[in-house]
């Protein structure tokens, strides 16, 4: 143990991503956490319902009961919940959970500390903090898919689609969000690499369609055929901008971009009636995030254990478009690849590295 704490943390974090955890290392006898709790966002969008499925899977394949607390993205009625589980008595309770925005992350995980618990994160952690050095023997890991990427693929599929040129309006999900700030981000290198592609204008869409659909209507009115496209930081917004554009017989006229790859997007990119949206493995964030959050609290697997690049990493993802949107449609979720025993062989196994300093 003294000689492997001597080699660099880049090399230990590099083995450990390509190997995973060994089977037992560093384990503890401890009791097996009956229920899993998991935090979402809301039940009915697509994304969150294959969150709750991806987390089902590992909950039934190891006999644990899944409890899920929507919050509609209210940080304070999860503050609430967290409060009411803890207070009932939780030591050693598995969490996998969702911050609604950066300002709770390090609330949530500190209680869970407190109360004995522990806890895998979902997208919202603050730039300043980590689950090494923040509530570090409760908070296993924040997992997140990179925005840079699907903001910067994203913005260069819009600037080869209105061929170089022309204004494009923006759908930004919410201010304090790590995934709404990145996409930006990546947005902002595409134009700078696409010069004859200009912002018209950015507006504040919550990820809501409905939020999506008024600011697309308001945009047509205003700018009329100077807007050449819409960038929508989510699917929700980008399926208001489509329904907006519909309106005015300008779907598939003006392309639209989005973000996670759900079904109803994905069937709009077929049609050509929107351009494109990074797909994201929504039932593997919630099957992987359960499934951490499992393996610690079971003892299967110790946080002390843990390099620094699996404890805050991306899971990979694919930009949809009609080249191959077709096979993205007719794949189905295997259940038993989402099975505690499937993710345990590797949890970093479709990791795509640590989340780099600076974008959230």
């Not at 992350?105 to 923040?134: L, Q, S, Y």
């Not at 990791?351 to 780099?356: F, N, R």
Request: net charge neutral; with cysteine.
């Amino acid at each position: 143990m003294k000689l492997l704490k001597r080699i660099s943390a880049a090399v230990v974090a590099a083995v450990a991503i390509a190997i995973g955890p060994l089977a037992g290392h560093g384990a503890m006898a401890q009791e097996k956490p009956k229920t899993i709790y998991l935090a979402v966002g809301t039940t009915s969008s697509e994304y969150w319902q294959e969150v709750i499925w991806g987390a089902q899977q590992v909950a039934d394949s190891v006999g644990a009961k899944l409890e899920v607390y929507e919050s509609g993205f209210d940080g304070q009625k999860h503050m609430q919940q967290l409060g009411a589980i803890l207070a009932a008595g939780c030591e050693g309770c598995a969490f996998a959970w969702f911050p609604d925005s950066t300002a709770f992350t390090k609330a949530f995980v500190e209680r869970a500390e407190a109360g004995g618990a522990f806890m895998t994160t979902m997208w919202n952690r603050p730039e300043e903090i980590h689950p090494w050095d923040t509530a570090s023997d409760a908070w296993i890991a924040n997992i997140s898919f990179d925005g840079v990427d699907s903001g910067y693929q994203n913005g260069m599929a819009l600037c080869k689609a209105i061929g170089g040129k022309g204004g494009i309006a923006v759908l930004k999900g919410t201010p304090d969000n790590p995934p709404s700030k990145q996409r930006e981000i990546g947005l902002l290198k595409a134009v700078s690499e696409c010069p004859g592609m200009t912002i018209l204008d950015t507006q504040i869409g919550n990820w809501g369609q409905t939020e999506g659909q008024n600011i697309t209507r308001t945009w047509i009115a205003r700018y009329g055929d100077q807007l050449k496209g819409v960038f929508a930081q989510n699917d929700g917004m980008a399926l208001g901008a489509v329904a907006a554009l519909r309106e005015k017989g300008l779907a598939g006229k003006v392309p639209v971009t989005g973000s996670d790859g759900s079904s109803d997007v994905l069937k709009l990119i077929k049609s050509g009636e929107m351009l494109s949206s990074m797909r994201i493995s929504s039932q593997l964030h919630g099957a992987v995030a359960a499934a951490l959050a499992y393996a610690v609290a079971s003892g299967d697997l110790k946080i002390g254990d843990l390099a620094q690049a699996q404890r805050d990493f991306y899971l990979v993802q694919t930009l949809a478009t009609k080249d191959n949107v077709d096979a993205m449609l007719s794949a189905q979720p295997n259940p038993a690849d989402f099975s505690y025993d499937a993710l345990k062989k590797n949890f970093w196994a479709r990791s795509k590295g640590q989340i780099p300093v600076g974008v959230n």
